[in-house]
């Protein structure tokens, strides 16, 4: 089964709006990765988080992880249409070597 | 970072048959990962394939339908066997960072197979 949820599912925003996901995981963690996927190709990493970080930040990216609630959220500022794509959240539970993805959100951004 | 190519991109297959795709690393690797990401939906996670061993299946997913080879430190294959319309899915190979970017997970462009 997966490790994580994310939501919304879907997001549609205006060009320049502010995007937030969020995802939520069920074990403790070693880290977090944020990916971008756009169309069906491959993955982009993004940003990774350690569970001992509280907030990372990477362009227009931030990535905050509370790890007492086991969610973490990615907000992707002014956004625009080329940041149109499905965002997974991927963690690596304690004890494993293995990154178990997130259900996704996919975000479209209007010009 | 890890540039991960993958064979090939895409492919058309009928019911019942074989597809062998082959994923190359440009650095020697211990792992390698597999992972499913059926229409629509996320990424699933196939198996594991370390060099020199037998790949260890996540639950779900068996060797004789999805044989995996790993030759080598920098290569390994994914058979989907006896395919089915519900196996059309991409199929991505990835595998970890090394140095500064060790725990990070690269992915290759994955290949999107279709089965009729």
């Known amino acids: 089964s997966q490790q994580g949820e994310e939501d919304p599912q879907a997001l549609s925003i205006q060009e320049g709006e502010n995007a937030t996901m969020n995802c939520s995981y069920k074990t403790s963690i070693n880290n977090l990765q944020w990916y971008r996927q756009n169309s069906g190709r491959g993955l982009v990493h993004l940003i990774l988080?350690?569970?001992?970080?509280r907030e990372k930040h990477s362009g227009r990216l931030r990535v905050t992880l509370d790890t007492s609630k086991k969610s973490s959220s990615l907000l992707i500022t002014a956004s625009r249409a080329a940041d149109t794509a499905s965002y997974f959240c991927?963690?690596?539970?304690?004890?494993?070597?293995?990154?178990?993805f997130g259900t996704g959100t996919r975000l479209k951004v209007l010009a | 970072s890890a540039v991960i190519s993958q064979k090939p991109s895409r492919d058309i297959c009928q019911r019942g048959t074989s597809l062998t795709i082959q994923c190359q690393v440009d650095?020697?690797?211990?792992?390698m990962f597999w992972y499913r990401q059926q229409p629509g939906q996320s990424l699933t996670l196939i198996a594991t394939a370390n060099q020199g061993s037998e790949a260890t299946y996540e639950s779900g997913f068996v060797i004789d339908k999805f044989p995996i080879s790993r030759p080598n430190l920098t290569f390994s294959t994914l058979t989907v066997s006896n395919m089915s319309p519900e196996d059309s899915s991409i199929y991505l190979c990835?595998?970890?960072?090394?140095?500064?970017?060790?725990?990070?997970?690269?992915f290759g462009a994955g290949t999107r197979l279709s089965v009729l």
């Open positions: 991927a963690t690596d539970a304690k004890g494993t070597y293995k990154y178990i």
């Open positions: 990835s595998v970890w960072g090394q140095g500064k970017a060790k725990n990070i997970q690269y």
């Open positions: 988080i350690r569970s001992n970080e």
């Open positions: 650095s020697q690797v211990t792992m």
